[in-house]
T-cell receptor, first 109, second 112 residues
């Protein structure tokens, strides 16, 4: 069965510092990985997906199949990045999406 | 454009009472539909998902059930609520395969 692990429940950095939110997964097939974000009082929404290979709001994430990781990175954190971040894995069949436990990021001024 | 509606936003119910949470999607056809529960420290737990009318997959044994009576309607139910059913319930939809999930605003359920 697939599993997504986000080892840090809480992460606090200062504005302008680099930030990395860790995500590891276990899945026997070829996964599709996502990062979702939930800002205060807003809906959970898609931040980025590995197949797009894009940078959203300065965030990037690279799928490392050797290390089974999909860490989210941003070189210079902003206060508005403070939110709950969830890593998610979609199985090969495309129906089920499994989420990690989430990391609450706080960017301090 | 596609929209997802979930209601009610908050609900307080006594133990042993029934539950019905409704979710509808507009602007798309034959979506995949999902019910998740979001709990502090436990992340998002997939409860049910559906790939078509009348097709429900249950992820965890529990006191809840789901139904999909129409293509764009997904209902989460319980005959008798337990205290442990309290939580934040999220409905979501997606297109086929690689499209991402789109979430509703959620329902905060408190069982007293």
């Amino acid at each position: 069965a697939q599993r997504v692990t986000q080892p840090e429940k809480l992460l606090s950095v200062f504005k302008g510092a680099p930030v990395e939110l860790k995500c590891n997964y276990s899945y026997s097939g070829s996964p599709e990985l996502f990062w979702y974000v939930q800002y205060s009082r807003q809906r959970l929404q898609l931040l980025l997906r590995h197949i797009s290979r894009e940078s959203i709001k300065g965030f990037t994430a690279d799928l490392n199949k050797g290390e089974t990781s999909f860490h989210l990175k941003k070189p210079f954190a902003q206060e508005e990045d403070s939110a709950m971040y969830y890593c998610a894995l979609r199985e090969t069949s495309g129906s089920r999406l499994t989420f990690g436990e989430g990391t609450q990021l706080t960017v301090n001024p | 454009s596609q929209t997802i509606h979930q209601w009610p936003a908050t609900l307080v119910q006594p133990v042993g009472s029934p539950l019905s949470l409704e979710c509808t999607v507009e602007g798309t056809s034959n979506p995949n539909l999902y019910w998740y529960r979001q709990a502090a420290g436990r992340g998002l737990q997939l409860l049910f998902y559906s790939v078509g009318i009348g097709q429900i997959s249950s992820e965890v044994p529990q006191n809840l059930s789901a139904s999909r009576p129409q293509d764009r309607q997904f209902i989460l139910s319980s005959k008798k609520l337990l205290l442990s059913d309290s939580g934040f319930y999220l409905c979501a939809w997606s297109g086929w395969r690689s499209s991402p999930l789109h979430f509703g605003n959620g329902t905060r359920l408190t069982v007293t």
